[in-house]
């Protein structure tokens, strides 16, 4: 089963389908769908509230990425609801999912996707909204050349350094580059996004990052072949 898809199966009691390890996640472990799901809806309605105003505009891109069956509709709204009123207590939501997801990056950037998805949805991400995606980029864990890959992505950064698409320094060797490349091409192939059950929203958004991470590793290719002597 899919990250996204165990959003509402809060009592079904399958097995965790990531591998975890330390006093989360012991031999034998099952999710708490219930603390999973809060966490997760939590974020998100805090996401929407970051800037002051939760708009139509936003709920509706929230639902797009939250999505439930109909015998969880109810239990989404009624968590959304209370989580929208105010952004405190988000980082005790990201630390939860840090804490389930320290060993799957992809999984957590999956959810930072989401939220850039809310933050966009009045044509424009506020200040406040992205100093909320910072600090959950933080507790997740990620560095500071990771986000701005991630800002670059939404259109938020001048997407004109190649370097910072594929994630690797400007001084890495070409296995090294190959490395970097490989690695991001991974994660947003289309495939794992299915495993991952990821929403057709953000489906979308990854064959942008593909094309943008096939694009850059040409060009460093390219300059380095006509530097070479």
Not at 124 to 152: K, N, P
Request: glycine share 8%.
């Amino acid at each position: 089963m899919g990250f996204w898809r165990k959003l509402t199966d809060f009592i079904s009691g399958q097995p965790d389908p990531y591998d975890c390890e330390g006093e989360d996640c012991g031999p034998g472990h099952r999710v708490d769908d219930a603390d999973f799901a809060i966490a997760l809806i939590g974020l998100g309605a805090k996401m929407a509230k970051a800037d002051g105003v939760v708009t139509r505009n936003e709920i509706a891109a929230f639902r797009q990425v939250f999505k439930a069956p109909p015998d969880g509709e109810d239990i989404l709204i009624r968590v959304f609801n209370l989580a929208k009123e105010t952004t405190l207590g988000f980082d005790g939501y990201a630390s939860r999912l840090a804490r389930r997801f320290r060993h799957h990056p992809a999984v957590l950037e999956d959810v930072i996707d989401g939220l850039f998805h809310i933050a966009k949805a009045d044509g424009a991400v506020t200040g406040d909204e992205l100093d909320y995606l910072q600090a959950v980029s933080d507790i997740f864990g990620f560095s500071a050349r990771e986000f701005r890959r991630m800002r670059m992505s939404h259109g938020l950064v001048d997407a004109s350094d190649p370097y910072v698409i594929l994630d690797v320094d400007p001084d890495a060797d070409d296995a090294e580059l190959k490395q970097a490349y490989r690695k991001m091409a991974a994660r947003n192939h289309p495939d794992a996004l299915m495993a991952r059950g990821v929403p057709a929203e953000l489906q979308r958004l990854a064959v942008e990052k593909m094309a943008a991470i096939n694009a850059a590793y040409a060009e460093v290719r390219d300059e380095r072949a006509a530097e070479s002597p």
